[in-house]
T-cell receptor, first 110, second 113 residues
Framework: EDQVTQSPEALRLQEGESSSLNCSYT??????LFWYRQDPGKGPEFLFT???AGEEKEKERLKATLTKKESFLHITAPKPEDSATYLC???????????FGTGTRLQVTL | SQTIHQWPATLVQPVGSPLSLECTVE??????LYWYRQAAGRGLQLLFY??????ISSEVPQNLSASRPQDRQFILSSKKLLLSDSGFYLC????????????FGEGSWLTVV
């Protein structure tokens, strides 16, 4: 059974204080690892897909990396508007469905 | 560009009443369609997915059912709601040609009272 574990559960940062969110996974035949951002009361918004170990992707202050066991979402010099829940999900085997972690709630304060 | 629409956004229903949540996708054909539920403090749980008209796979036994009457329409239903059906329901779509990425609608908040 595919498993995804995210840590920490919650993270509070000051504006400009860089940090990383972790997503560890156990799957058989990884097809892709996905990062989403979710604002309260909204549907998840797609950020990145990573397909193989060593791959990296960037978008503004966010950078996602992937190893054979985990992925990191690095947030550089965050701003209050980066406050949200960040979800990690895996797609494995021949299935297209996603298995999600429980997310990391990020709060960035002034 | 592809878009997904889901409604209603919010509803409050009494226990024992029926449910119908609808989802439509525009700008693509033959999408894979999904219904997820998100409970407070928990991750997204896949309820149903469909790879074509009339083809529905259920992930967990429950009080809900899904149907796909048209290529880009996905409906989540219940004949009699339970209190435990309360939650945030999300419709999503994806296509193999889109890098396997799955895109979500805005969600529907269901409160069963």
């Amino acid at each position: 059974e595919d498993q995804v574990t995210q840590s920490p559960e919650a993270l509070r940062l000051q504006e400009g204080e860089s940090s990383s969110l972790n997503c560890s996974y156990t799957v058989s035949g990884l097809r892709g690892l996905f990062w989403y951002r979710q604002d309260p009361g909204k549907g998840p918004e797609f950020l990145f897909t990573l397909y193989s170990a060593g791959e990296e992707k960037e978008k503004e202050r966010l950078k996602a990396t992937l190893t054979k066991k985990e992925s990191f979402l690095h947030i550089t010099a965050p701003k209050p508007e980066d406050s949200a829940t960040y979800l990690c999900a895996v797609q494995a085997g021949t299935a297209s469905k996603l298995t999600f972690g429980t997310g990391t709630r990020l709060q960035v304060t002034l | 560009s592809q878009t997904i629409h889901q409604w209603p956004a919010t509803l409050v229903q009494p226990v024992g009443s029926p449910l119908s949540l609808e989802c439509t996708v525009e700008g693509t054909s033959n999408p894979n369609l999904y219904w997820y539920r998100q409970a407070a403090g928990r991750g997204l749980q896949l309820l149903f997915y469909s790879v074509g008209i009339g083809q529905i796979s259920s992930e967990v036994p429950q009080n809900l059912s899904a149907s796909r009457p048209q290529d880009r329409q996905f409906i989540l239903s219940s004949k009699k709601l339970l209190l435990s059906d309360s939650g945030f329901y999300l419709c999503a779509f994806g296509r193999e040609g889109m890098g396997n990425t799955i895109y979500f609608g805005e969600g529907s908040w269901l409160t069963v009272v």
